[in-house]
């Protein structure tokens, strides 16, 4: 097998439609995002970098609270989160949603309103039910029979918390296993199908100092259609009116959690948000009527589609190979960054910028620097023939769930995030270094 060369750049390989709206092309063929080239970037921040462009989060932050003007919009910190960001969401008027003692403290001492926050997690520590209770966190979701015990006594018996259930509706919907949730046969929720759901409701309708608001259910992330929300919310809504029926109890609020499908590749299917909102709000209102429930408040919870497309990853090219047919160019980052294309098999469009390329093309794998085959950040990317050491290679769509999920793999570190905007870029998290590594390392 020979290398392709393919004689002109393919239609797709210039295509900015994933990128920020801020993007613009530079004459010397490089690229800048919210007015700050990303070369001059990369050189004072070095490389590996993340960016995050402010105004486009903001803008997907209002872009929520406009299609969702009904609905309490809480933003999945799980996704990424730093206290800038905690600081724009909250301007912005959104909610949080976190799942840690540590995503909470961090929101809470960078000034979020702890009354805003809901707290998830299929196994919350001691630790997270005392800050939570501490901190006054709004909604604590329960997801287990044996959280509501723990919490009612952890509250105290003049104690009050607010709570929600989460349920799992039996619907099937993600963009891969490992990120679907609204079926029974994984970790999280309680079971509408077998009754855990209804019975963990029971007991804590019987607990005077828990007030059980309402029901979560979030079924899955990178969904892309808006049917699968629509059967479960039916389904949900069907146990709010049997919950009225049976303990006379009406719930003011449904959590339809987040899982709001993005683009990573020009031409790839995202979930239409206004066609959600405008189906989702006709559903509950109809299904509310069906069964004579007053229509609940709806709250929503997305992550990657406020931070995902507003982040670009910056990596230097250490190594150019041709061998068994194929042009690997290796990075100086990785799986210790990206962990997603090996978890989920997610692909990305990585491009070059910094330089105007030879016209001629050639289909590489993109790979890391650390110590595993599988360590691919992208196959099958057009890039120029020549590309080289040396060259900056810019991956789009990189704001969720990346730097979240980094590692500290082979103490390479993880990189700093910097935020662009108005045409100034500062940063907001410096680079791990090997001084954080070493100060951690205590035993010698
Ligand atoms: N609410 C709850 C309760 C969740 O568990 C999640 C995500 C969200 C909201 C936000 O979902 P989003 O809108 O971001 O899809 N690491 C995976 C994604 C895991 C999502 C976990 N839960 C990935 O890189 O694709």
Known sequence: MTTAVLPQLPADADDLSVWPASTTRLPDGGLAVAGVALAETAERFGTPVYLLDEGEIRARCRMYRDAFPDADVLYAAKAFLSRAMVRWVDEEGLGLDVCSAGELEL?????????????????????????????????????????????????????????????????????????????????????????????????????????????????????????PYLAALRRVVGLMARIRDTHGVVLPELDMGGGHGIAYR??????????????????????????GLTVPRLIIEPGRAVAGPAGIALYRVLAVKRTGGQVFVAVDGGMS????????????????????????????????????????????????????????????????????????????????????????????????????????????
């Open 107 to 227: 929101a809470v001492t960078a000034g979020f309103p702890p009354d805003q926050i809901v707290l998830h997690g299929n196994a919350k520590s001691p630790h997270d039910m005392e800050a939570a209770l501490r901190l006054g966190v709004g909604r604590i979701v329960i997801d287990s029979p044996s959280e509501i015990a723990r919490l009612a006594s952890a509250v105290g018996p003049k104690g009050h918390q607010k709570v929600m259930v989460r349920v799992v509706p039996g619907i099937s919907a993600g963009g891969h296993e490992k990120i679907r949730t609204g079926t029974d046969g994984q970790k999280f929720g309680l079971s509408l199908t077998d009754g855990s759901a209804q019975h963990a409701i029971a007991r804590i309708i019987g607990q005077p100092q828990l007030q059980l608001t309402g029901l979560h259910c979030h079924i899955g992330s990178q969904i892309t259609s808006v049917k």
């Open 266 to 291: 020009p031409g790839e299917p995202a979930l239409d948000l206004t066609a959600l909102a405008r189906r989702l709000r006709t559903e509950l209102i109809e299904s509310c009527a069906a069964a």
């Open 337 to 444: 960054d990206n962990p997603r294309p090996a978890l989920y098999g997610v692909r990305y469009a990585p491009r070059l910028i910094g330089r105007r390329p030879d016209t001629a093309t050639c289909r590489a794998t993109v790979v890391g620097r650390h110590c595993e085959a599988g360590d691919i950040l992208a196959s099958d990317v057009p890039l120029p023939a020549d590309v080289r050491p040396g060259d900056l290679l810019a991956v789009p769509v990189a704001g969720a769930y990346q730097l979240s999920m980094a590692s500290g793999y082979n103490l390479v570190g993880r990189p700093p995030v910097v935020a662009v905007h108005e045409g100034r870029a500062r940063l907001l998290v410096r680079r791990e270094s090997l001084d954080d590594f070493r100060s951690r390392d205590v035993g010698f």
